[in-house]
T-cell receptor
């Protein structure tokens, strides 16, 4: 079975700062996806960024980038130039490529961006 | 089509009552998922449909829970004889049957059992 661990329950930074959220996972699979999802207060979960395990290049989406270390089973999210709208719960998630493609989530990190 | 829609958004029920939630996925999505999220935790997988076929169920899904997806369109999740431990956010997600992995989530139904 796969497990995902987020060791930072809460983080808080000032607007415009850079913040890194940590995630580690455990799997014996070789073909999988990793995701960061954002869940703003009382709003639906949305995809922030996706990484295919077979790709060595780290994914980037505007201010969001990941540091994917496959051997270490580590998948951190860096948010640059943080904005007030980045305030949310952030979940790291794992998905096998084959089969049901169900997501296995970490416990989440509550990120607060302060003005 | 504006995304995944769930109804109701909130449900308060007395212990022992039955409740039913509805999920309308994005129209062309053939995969549909139900997850449960308790306070301060990440969502946990409950069950998965591909079209109208329920292909996987979690051990979390006790006999009191049943899900359907008639005709491969909307889905319903029913909880019979609700217990206080059923209080949670129930999330629905949908995706296309291809190897991109992206799932789109609804806003969820928050269930409170009193």
């Amino acid at each position: 079975a796969q497990t995902v661990t987020q060791s930072q329950p809460e983080m808080s930074v000032q607007e415009a700062e850079t913040v890194t959220l940590s995630c580690t996972y455990d799997t014996s699979e070789n073909n999988y996806y990793l995701f960061w999802y954002k869940q703003p207060p009382s709003r639906q979960m949305i995809l922030v960024i996706r990484q295919e395990a077979y790709k060595q290049q780290n994914a980037t989406e505007n201010r969001f980038s990941v540091n994917f270390q496959k051997a270490a089973k580590s998948f951190s999210l860096k948010i640059s130039d943080s904005q007030l709208g980045d305030t949310a719960m952030y979940f790291c998630a794992f998905m096998k490529v084959q089969g049901a493609q169900k997501l296995v989530f970490g416990q989440g990190t509550r990120l607060t961006i302060n003005p | 089509d504006t995304g995944v829609s769930q109804d109701p958004r909130h449900k308060i029920t007395k212990r022992g009552q039955n409740v039913t939630f509805r999920c309308d996925p994005i129209s062309e999505h053939n995969r549909l998922y139900w997850y449960r999220q308790t306070l301060g935790q990440g969502p946990e997988f409950l069950t998965y449909f591909q079209n109208e076929a329920q292909l996987e169920k979690s051990r979390l899904l006790s006999d009191r829970f049943s899900a359907e997806r008639p005709k491969g369109s909307f889905s319903t999740l029913e909880i019979q004889r609700t217990e206080q431990g059923d209080s949670a956010m129930y999330l629905c997600a949908s995706s296309l049957d291809r190897a991109t992995g992206e799932a789109f989530f609804g806003q969820g139904t928050r269930l409170t059992v009193v």
